[in-house]
């Protein structure tokens, strides 16, 4: 079973910048993809980032490209998330996932595993 923990969200104001943590109880994998989903209130959940096991490929949803970066470090069974430049409209619970395949999918039904989510609140 692989286990997702997310952490560093919290209250930013605009403009401002904060970064995500998600840590694998397990190393990740060569095959694994891992991708950053987040959800609003009364919204679908959404894909903001993915990136392969290598680091080689990245994929980024228009709203966030230019702004947030996506990384890993595989030693550390860690992925992060840097958000920069945000904005009221980032604000959000976001996940973190895990895919068990070999490309960089950016659908929530290609994502095998689930953290629990990190809020994050963009204040104007």
């Known amino acids: 079973q692989v286990q997702l923990v997310e952490s560093g969200g919290g209250l930013v104001q605009a403009g401002g910048s904060l970064r995500l943590s998600c840590a694998a109880s397990?190393?990740?994998?060569?095959?694994?993809?891992m991708g950053w989903f987040r959800q609003a209130p009364g919204k679908e959940r959404e894909f903001v980032a993915a990136?392969?096991?290598?680091?080689?490929?990245?994929r980024y949803a228009d709203s966030v490209k230019g702004r947030f970066t996506i990384s890993r470090d595989n030693e550390r069974n860690t992925v992060y998330l840097r958000m920069n430049s945000l904005k009221p409209e980032d604000t959000a619970v976001y996940y973190c996932?895990?895919?068990?395949?070999?490309?960089?999918?950016?659908?929530?039904?290609?994502?095998?595993?689930w953290g629990q989510g990190t809020q994050v609140t963009v204040s104007s």
């Open positions: 996932a895990a895919s068990i395949i070999p490309v960089v999918p950016t659908s929530t039904l290609q994502y095998d595993y």
């Open positions: 397990i190393r990740t994998f060569s095959s694994d993809a």
């Open positions: 990136i392969s096991w290598s680091g080689a490929s990245t």
